[in-house]
Each structure stands twice: as C-alpha cells, then as structure tokens.
C-alpha cells in the first residue's frame, strides 16, 4: 500500500513539473539586467536619481503619479494614488540616450525611498533624438574638448571696468557650435553673473527702422558657476545650435552683472565660419 502511495506522489510531481512551463536561464538572466524592481507605497513618495536630465516619462497606469521634482532635470519622484494596485510599470528617456524600465510594485511597509538609477541597467542605448534634444552625453564630450584644446581664435574681446570677456576658441562638432570664453576679473571685487547672452544682431540701426536680433539659447555649458571672483580668471565653453551670421549682421555676447553695473559685450562679425575649427 505504501509503495503505491508512493509511485502516486512520483507521478504527480512529473506530470506537474512537465506541465509547468520551461524558463530559459537566459530570459531570465535578461530580465533581472534589464528591469529595476521597485516597491513604492501611497504615503510614502520614492525618489529615483538619474546621471542625466529626464527627457521622457511614461507610466503604466494612472494608479502611480510621476514628475521631476522641483528645480531640477534629473530627479524623478514617484508615489502611488491609490493602495495595492495591480503591478504596473514606469519607463524614462534621460538626454544621454538611454531607456530605462522599472517594474512598480505596492508596498507601503517597506517602499524604495531613494534609488539611484545606476542600478538598473538601461534596457536601451539605441535613442535618437531630434536637433532640439541633441544627444546631451555628446555635446558634453565635445564641450570637454573644446575646453582642451590648445588652439585658439583672436580679436574677439571686451576690456572695461577691470573686467575682461574674449572668445578665445570657435569649434563645431555635427550642428553643434561651441564658444569657448574666458571671463577675467582683475578688480578687487568679486562678479556676479547675472546673465550672459547670446544675439544675432543688425550691424547698423535706421532712425526709421527697428532693429532685429535674434537671442540664441545656449544648449550647455561646462560650468554653471555665475560667479568671476576677484584678481581671477575662468573659461567655459557654451553649445549652441548651428548658425551662421548674415551680411550686415553680427554676434553679440552681452554679459550682465547681478546687482551692478559692470556690462560688456562683445560682438563676432560674419566671418565666423572662416574662424570655426572642427572637432574630431
């Protein structure tokens, strides 16, 4: 009787084990790389911090709120609205080209309060993005270069006030521009930036005519630091998109100071495409 028992129980688990489906160790291996777990609760916000800033945002159900935290590009807060949801998921684009996918799961006990995405490996570095969202990772590392290089470019300064603002290099890289400036203080008093300003402008301004400038947006720029301390000198380099500068047009740098009354501005004629140096 006992055998019987016995060769039943051996059977069952057979037929239970050919049932169940087979996994490759592979996929398996796959999903663990590919895909972040987190457990995030209703009471509880979970931050996730990405190496760069957040391009895109999707989630996979409005049962979980999403958005960058306050004043910062990189930072992604993520709570649930409602308690125990199904398991979900959360996808984000960062401006290095890289997809991230994270598998959502309810836990209000023990959620995930801060995560650095560095753990979870970017399920793809195949993103492309258009001009406006040009590769951030790219223009970073050519902005580095440019910063490097020993060639420089001369004639395009401003001298006043003890303050001193040159464009020392012009580079390109694809539909990049990229001006390398040197901001000199020999005063005895610290310079606040308050802005520094791009613009194509009209050579010449008619009484009778409004002049027209165009205000560039710098697309990066390898220090954010606003302020020239005394008897110092800094340079950066800032990205711009591609452009060119008309006959009768020029580029104008203005730079501000915050709470005073130090301005420059220097201007680049349209000669600039005879100065630019390619990057490799």
């Known amino acids: 009787m006992k055998r ?9 688990l057979l037929v239970s084990v050919l049932a169940y489906p087979q996994i490759n160790s592979s996929e398996t291996v796959f999903y663990e790389d590919q895909y972040k777990n987190l457990q995030i609760g209703y009471s509880k916000t979970t931050s996730i911090v990405f190496p760069y800033p957040i391009k895109s945002i ?6 979980v709120l999403v958005q ?9 807060l993520v709570k649930a609205a409602r308690q125990y949801f199904f398991q ?12 991230y996918v994270f598998v959502l799961n309810y836990d209000e006990d023990c959620p995930d309060l801060n995560i650095k995405a560095e753990s979870a490996v970017a399920a793809s570095r195949d993103v492309l993005f258009t001009l406006e969202n040009e ?6 590392q050519s902005a580095s270069l440019a910063l490097s290089k020993k060639i420089k470019t001369s004639g395009f300064k401003k001298s006043k006030f003890q303050i001193k603002l040159e464009v020392n290099g012009l580079f390109i890289h694809q539909d990049v521009l990229y001006l390398r400036l040197i901001f000199e203080n020999k ?7 308050d802005q520094l300003r791009f613009f ?22 390898t220090s954010s630091s606003a302020v020239i301390p005394y008897k110092s000198e800094i340079i950066k380099v800032f990205a711009l998109e591609k452009f060119t500068i008309p006959e009768n047009k020029y580029l104008t740098l203005q730079l501000i100071e915050k709470n005073g009354g130090r301005h420059l501005e220097v201007n680049v004629n349209n000669n600039l495409a005879d100065k630019v140096i390619p990057l490799p």
């Open 187 to 193: 005063s005895k008093i610290n310079y606040d930036i």
């Open 88 to 99: 979900t998921n959360l996808t984000v684009v960062t401006s290095d080209a890289k997809l």
């Open 200 to 221: 194509v402008r009209d050579q010449q301004k008619s009484k009778r005519t409004a002049s027209q400038e165009i205000e560039l947006q710098p697309l990066y720029s």
């Open 58 to 63: 999707d989630k996979g159900s409005a049962d």
């Open 135 to 140: 590769n951030q990772k790219k223009i970073e």
């Open 68 to 76: 960058k935290a306050k004043g910062v590009e990189n930072i992604l």
């Open 4 to 12: 019987i028992n016995y060769l039943f129980l051996m059977s069952l």
